[in-house]
């Protein structure tokens, strides 16, 4: 008999895997989240997805990079929060002072920054399991990216907790990252507007000269 599960946080502890089980099954070398003990493969990314995602991670990058404060890493990255949840966000960052912890196939605990792309097969968990887990394992900022709606949503740590960081004027502003923003027309222009380049967003950031 089926057992009903209205969310992961509910899986029976005999149908869970270990995050040991996970690093070392097979598949998770696909991009794949080990969630409350639950392997939950990824759907093939949409157009407009992987989009969104090479220009965050663009951008992200070469801030990160110009200042020599971390490593950002894409969506193969996987980050062992406990024993029951490893996660592969779509973009991360670790800051320098610890990238020493990084081991060979994962990294033992939190990014500091996740970013999560959502698609109509992860909503559920993007914007529920995976919020609280990154809150509660000591995740400093998340980025929530809705192609769909096309809405960002940025969260900051709080005591164990991820609490909406409010727009400003319609930007985004982290507050890990100082000096990094998003505005969401580079992401969503609009019918009737064309996509900045990376270069003209870098150079309102302050990234080029």
Known sequence: ??????????????ARMSADEYID?????????????VFVMASPASYRHEII???????????VDIRGIGEVLGPNAAFRLSEENAFQPDISFIRADRLYLAEDVYFPGPPDLAVEIISPSSRQYDEVE??????????????????IYET???FSQ???????????????????????????E??????????PSVLAVARELGILG
Do not use: C
């Open 1 to 14: 008999m089926a057992i009903a599960v209205r969310t992961l946080f509910e899986t029976p502890s005999k």
């Open 53 to 63: 995602q090479g220009v965050v991670h663009t951008i992200l990058r070469m801030f």
């Open 152 to 154: 960002i949503h940025f």
């Open 25 to 37: 099954f097979p598949l998770s070398a696909h991009k794949s989240d080990l969630i409350e003990g």
């Open 130 to 147: 995976k919020r609280i887990n990154y809150g509660r394992y000591g995740v400093r900022e998340y980025w929530l990216i809705d192609p």
């Open 158 to 184: 709080a005591e164990g907790e991820l609490l909406p960081i409010p727009a400003e004027q319609g930007v985004y502003h982290s507050r890990l990252l100082k000096g990094f923003y998003l505005r969401p």
């Open 186 to 195: 580079w992401l969503f222009p609009g019918d009737d507007s064309a996509r």
